[in-house]
C-alpha cells in the first residue's frame, strides 16, 4: 500500500473526465498535464466517468473499449498508480446512491440555471431528467469521497458552485459531513482548436489525438489557424493573436520561444515553417506517451488488474461516507432496534 495515499495531511483532489478514448492535445493542455502535476502534491482520484457518458448520443458498443482506452491514455500521459488512484465510476455505484440523496437538497431552479444544460437541452425535442440533474452526480463523484479541490476547465466552475451549495445545504438539514471543495482552473486559458474554433474537441475534429505519429500531427497543425490578418508570408504577423503562437507557449520548447515570436513580428518567419516547428515539438512531447502505450497495450491484463485496485480503494471511502450519510438521513433504520 502506497505510503503518500495515506498521509492524511494531503488535501484530497477527484476530477472526471468522459471515457472518450484517446485524450487528445486540448484535454492534455487543458486538463491531464495539471492531473499528472498534483499527483504529487495532493491525495487524487481521477475517475472515468462512464455514468456521465452514457446520458446523450454515447454508443454503447463503443463504450467499453472507450473506456478502457481512456485508462490507457490516462497512464500513458504519466498518472502513476502508485501515486494516485484511477478507477471507472460505474464500478462504484455508491455514487448513484449519493446523488439521488443529493436530489432531495437540490433547487430544480439551480440546475436549470446551468449553462450547460441550457446549451445542451437545446439540442432534444424531449429532454431526458438526466441531463439536468447531470451537475447532482458530478457533486456526488466529488462529494463521496470528501474532496477539497477539483481540477476543472472554466466551463465547469458552476458545476462546482452548485456543488458547494448542495453540501452546504445537505450539512445544514443533515449535520456537517462534506467539506465545501474549491475549484482549481489552469492557468491556461482557453484552448482554442486548430480551425480557430472556441472549443477543441475529438468530435469537431479539430485537434490531434496525443498517440498521433508524425504525419498525423502535421496534417492537423499545417491546416492551423494563424494571424488571418497575415497574408503574405513576409507580412508581420501578431503572435498575441495567434492559436499557433499560443500553442507554441503551451507545449513548444520554451527555449525557442522569443525567437519565434521576434521573427513572427518582424514577418521574417512564414507562418509555415513556425508550424513546422511547432508540430515537431508536439511530436517529441507525445512520443513517450505512444511508447507507453504500446507497452500497456501488450499487457491489458495489468491495466484491468490497476483499474480493480483503483476500485477497491475508492469503493472502501465511498462505502464510508454514504454509511454516516445514511445513518445523519435516518435511512439505517435497523440501528433502532
Ligand atoms: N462534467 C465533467 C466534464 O464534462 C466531467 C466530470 C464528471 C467531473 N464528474 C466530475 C469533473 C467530477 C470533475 C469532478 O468535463
Given at each position: 500500500?502506497?505510503?503518500?495515499?495515506?498521509d492524511?495531511?494531503?488535501k484530497?483532489?477527484?476530477?472526471?473526465?468522459?471515457?472518450?478514448?484517446?485524450?487528445?492535445?486540448?484535454?492534455?493542455?487543458?486538463a491531464?498535464?495539471?492531473?499528472?502535476?498534483?499527483?504529487d502534491?495532493?491525495?487524487?482520484?481521477?475517475?472515468?466517468?462512464?455514468?456521465?457518458?452514457?446520458?446523450?448520443?454515447?454508443?454503447p458498443?463503443?463504450?467499453?473499449?472507450?473506456?478502457?482506452?481512456?485508462?490507457?491514455?490516462?497512464?500513458?500521459?504519466?498518472?502513476?498508480?502508485?501515486?494516485?488512484t484511477?478507477?471507472?465510476?460505474?464500478?462504484?455505484?455508491?455514487?448513484?446512491?449519493?446523488?439521488?440523496?443529493?436530489n432531495?437538497?437540490?433547487?430544480?431552479?439551480?440546475?436549470?440555471?446551468?449553462?450547460?444544460?441550457?446549451?445542451?437541452?437545446?439540442?432534444?425535442?424531449?429532454?431526458?431528467?438526466?441531463?439536468?440533474n447531470y451537475?447532482?452526480?458530478?457533486?456526488?463523484?466529488?462529494?463521496?469521497?470528501?474532496?477539497?479541490?477539483?481540477?476543472?476547465?472554466?466551463?465547469?466552475?458552476?458545476?462546482?458552485?452548485?456543488?458547494r451549495?448542495?453540501?452546504?445545504?445537505?450539512?445544514?438539514?443533515?449535520?456537517?459531513?462534506?467539506?465545501?471543495?474549491?475549484?482549481?482552473v489552469?492557468?491556461?486559458?482557453?484552448?482554442?482548436g486548430?480551425?480557430?474554433?472556441?472549443?477543441?474537441?475529438?468530435?469537431?475534429?479539430?485537434?490531434?489525438?496525443?498517440?498521433?505519429?508524425?504525419?498525423?500531427?502535421w496534417?492537423?497543425?499545417?491546416?492551423?489557424v494563424?494571424?488571418?490578418?497575415?497574408?503574405?508570408?513576409?507580412?508581420?504577423?501578431?503572435?498575441?493573436?495567434?492559436n499557433?503562437?499560443?500553442?507554441h507557449?503551451?507545449i513548444?520548447?520554451q527555449?525557442?520561444?522569443?525567437?519565434?515570436?521576434?521573427?513572427?513580428l518582424?514577418?521574417?518567419?512564414?507562418?509555415?515553417?513556425?508550424?513546422?516547428?511547432?508540430?515537431?515539438?508536439?511530436?517529441?512531447?507525445?512520443?513517450?506517451?505512444?511508447e507507453k502505450a504500446?507497452?500497456?497495450?501488450?499487457d491489458?491484463?495489468?491495466?484491468?488488474?490497476?483499474?480493480?485496485?483503483?476500485?477497491?480503494?475508492a469503493?472502501?471511502?465511498?462505502?464510508?461516507?454514504?454509511?454516516?450519510a445514511?445513518?445523519k438521513?435516518?435511512?439505517?433504520?435497523?440501528s433502532?432496534?
Open positions: 500500500m502506497n505510503k503518500r495515499i495515506e492524511k495531511s494531503r484530497r483532489v477527484l476530477s472526471g473526465i468522459q471515457p472518450t478514448g484517446e485524450v487528445h492535445l486540448g484535454n492534455y493542455l487543458g491531464l498535464r495539471q492531473w499528472v502535476e498534483m499527483q502534491h495532493y491525495d487524487c482520484f481521477y475517475s472515468i466517468v462512464d455514468q456521465h457518458a452514457i446520458l446523450g448520443d454515447g454508443d458498443a463503443t463504450l467499453p473499449s472507450r473506456t478502457v482506452e481512456m485508462a490507457i491514455s490516462l497512464l500513458s500521459v504519466g498518472l502513476d498508480p502508485e501515486k494516485c484511477i478507477f471507472v465510476q460505474s464500478d462504484v455505484p455508491e455514487h448513484l446512491e449519493l446523488s439521488w440523496m443529493f432531495t437538497v437540490a433547487p430544480v431552479g439551480d440546475l436549470e440555471r446551468m449553462t450547460q444544460y441550457k446549451d445542451k437541452s437545446a439540442r432534444y425535442d424531449s429532454i431526458p431528467a438526466g441531463l439536468l451537475p447532482i452526480l458530478q457533486a456526488a463523484d466529488i462529494l463521496i469521497y470528501r474532496a477539497e479541490a477539483v481540477p476543472v476547465g472554466e466551463d465547469q466552475k458552476q458545476h462546482l458552485e452548485l456543488t451549495d448542495i453540501a452546504r445545504k445537505w450539512n445544514a438539514r443533515y449535520g456537517e459531513l462534506f467539506p465545501e471543495p474549491e475549484a482549481i489552469p492557468s491556461v486559458g482557453r484552448i482554442r486548430l480551425d480557430g474554433n472556441k472549443k477543441m474537441s475529438k468530435s469537431l475534429g479539430n485537434t490531434v489525438g496525443i498517440f498521433s505519429e508524425q504525419e498525423e500531427v496534417s492537423g497543425i499545417r491546416t492551423a494563424t494571424d488571418p490578418q497575415r497574408i503574405r508570408k513576409d507580412d508581420p504577423g501578431r503572435p498575441e493573436v495567434c499557433v503562437f499560443s500553442l507557449r503551451l513548444g520548447d527555449g525557442k520561444i522569443s525567437d519565434i515570436e521576434i521573427q513572427c518582424a514577418g521574417s518567419r512564414g507562418c509555415v515553417d513556425c508550424k513546422k516547428i511547432l508540430s515537431d515539438d508536439v511530436v517529441n512531447q507525445f512520443a513517450p506517451f505512444r504500446e507497452y500497456y497495450r501488450s491489458i491484463n495489468q491495466v484491468l488488474g490497476l483499474l480493480e485496485s483503483g476500485r477497491d480503494k469503493r472502501k471511502i465511498a462505502r464510508d461516507t454514504l454509511k454516516e445514511r445513518q438521513m435516518g435511512l439505517d433504520w435497523r433502532i432496534f
